[in-house]
């Protein structure tokens, strides 16, 4: 049984420094500032959730006690859940962090393929290869830009590209 890392590409080593000088210096950080907004996005989403369950079931509870002040207390749950949900809806953290690990997993994907010669990086001399890995990154990156906007009822301002620099934060998306 061979090694695994026998298997590997002989160029993988360069490939890989390759594609992380890409990353870092071209793209400033993309790849990583996807993956941790990803997971911020999705810590919002998993504590406004849980916040919603908790002031419902609060509700819930407050209304077996025979007290004067149950009706303001069931009121205020009620607005705090409205306003829980509508800013997520406003947010829109759960899509921002479902789109987000989406195309930080299709990165990190397209250069594992990148660096081991695999899919279409096989059998390609080296230039073409790094070419194709820096379109192929470019793309992702542009598909998930048009999908922030036209998830959000606009389009890219004409005749602009997505750039592709790290985005500041979803509301700074260009």
Same mark, same amino acid.
């Given at each position: 049984?061979?090694?695994?890392?026998?298997?590997?590409?002989?160029?993988?080593?360069g490939?890989?420094?390759?594609?992380?000088?890409?990353f870092?210096?071209?793209?400033?950080?993309?790849?990583?500032?996807?993956?941790?907004?990803?997971s911020?996005?999705?810590?919002r989403?998993?504590?406004?959730?849980?916040?919603?369950?908790?002031?419902? *079931? /609060?509700?819930?509870? $407050?209304? #077996? +006690?025979?007290?004067? =002040?149950?009706? &303001?207390?069931? *009121? /205020?749950?009620?607005? $705090?859940? #409205? +306003?829980?949900?509508? =800013?997520?809806? &406003?947010?829109?953290?759960?899509e921002?962090w479902?789109?987000?690990?989406?195309?930080?997993?299709?990165?990190?994907?397209?250069?594992?393929?990148?660096?081991?010669?695999a899919?279409?990086?096989?059998?390609?001399?080296?230039d073409?290869?790094?070419?194709?890995?820096?379109?192929?990154?470019?793309?992702?990156?542009?598909?998930?830009?048009?999908?922030?906007?036209?998830?959000?009822?606009s389009?890219?301002?004409?005749?602009?590209?997505?750039?592709?620099?790290?985005?500041?934060?979803?509301?700074?998306?260009?």
């Amino acid at each position: 049984m061979t090694d695994q890392a026998d298997q590997r590409d002989p160029r993988a080593t360069g490939r890989n420094t390759r594609a992380e000088q890409y990353f870092e210096q071209e793209l400033k950080g993309q790849r990583r500032w996807y993956s941790e907004r990803a997971s911020t996005y999705k810590r919002r989403t998993q504590l406004l959730g849980l916040l919603i369950l908790g002031a419902g *079931a /609060a509700t819930s509870f $407050v209304q #077996v +006690l025979a007290l004067p =002040w149950v009706p &303001i207390v069931t *009121a /205020a749950l009620g607005g $705090v859940v #409205v +306003l829980v949900e509508g =800013w997520q809806r &406003i947010a829109r953290y759960g899509e921002t962090w479902n789109a987000y690990r989406t195309a930080s997993e299709r990165m990190k994907r397209e250069q594992r393929l990148y660096v081991n010669g695999a899919g279409t990086y096989r059998n390609v001399e080296e230039d073409e290869a790094y070419l194709r890995f820096v379109e192929a990154i470019e793309g992702i990156l542009a598909e998930e830009q048009q999908i922030y906007w036209q998830s959000r009822g606009s389009e890219l301002p004409a005749g602009k590209q997505p750039k592709s620099t790290a985005p500041g934060d979803a509301g700074q998306h260009v």
